[in-house]
């Protein structure tokens, strides 16, 4: 009966122990790729989103969680035929959202304890999941307010996304490059 006491105890400590914060994020993303042409280029920004740090008892981060959700339609790549043919290559009627959803561990972003340096997502674009590790570059935490740099490679292949040719001779290439600008605010 003491030791299922005990144990008891030590459990309910523990769980108190732990806190989560709630911060406010924001992205702004720009994508690059390349065709047989010319590069060209695009930008979108997510909408607003939340990110819960759970800490343990010391304040030093545990686990992080968020979702960001980008609405495909709105990404503008600033010449009107290329975002039709955009926009009909990722299917946006059947596929609206693009989200990435982050749910790891603390010390697989900041292997260090301190400054995050990958971050592990799940990335769903046309409704299929895949898994992308990011880089984290830029970082900088003052006060209440983080901000840092994102980036990753994308293939449109994996993805889903199949571009005809045009004139039977421009191809669109398979590599996007992608960049997000974040900022998280301590609610």
Not at 122 to 141: C, D, E, M, R
Request: net charge positive; with cysteine; aromatic share 6%.
């Amino acid at each position: 009966m003491k030791l299922s006491l005990l144990v008891f105890y030590t459990l309910t400590c523990s769980a108190f122990a732990e806190t989560t914060q709630n911060w406010s994020g924001k992205a702004d993303i720009i994508f690059d790729g390349t065709s047989t042409l010319h590069a060209w280029g695009g930008k979108v920004s997510a909408k607003p989103f939340a990110t819960e740090v759970t800490l343990d008892a010391a304040g030093k981060p545990q686990w992080i969680k968020a979702e960001v959700i980008v609405e495909a339609t709105k990404m503008d790549t600033a010449e009107a035929k290329r975002d039709e043919n955009m926009r009909k290559a990722m299917k946006v009627t059947a596929f609206p959202l693009i989200s990435a959803s982050i749910d790891a561990a603390a010390d697989k972003i900041a292997t260090d304890g301190k400054t995050p340096t990958k971050l592990p997502m799940t990335l769903s674009l046309l409704g299929k999941p895949q898994q992308v590790l990011a880089t984290i570059t830029n970082w900088k935490l003052t006060g209440g307010k983080a901000t840092f740099d994102l980036d990753f490679p994308l293939s449109m292949k994996a993805s889903g996304i199949s571009v005809p040719t045009v004139l039977l001779f421009i191809k669109v290439g398979d590599g996007i490059k992608v960049h997000a600008s974040v900022t998280l605010t301590q609610n």
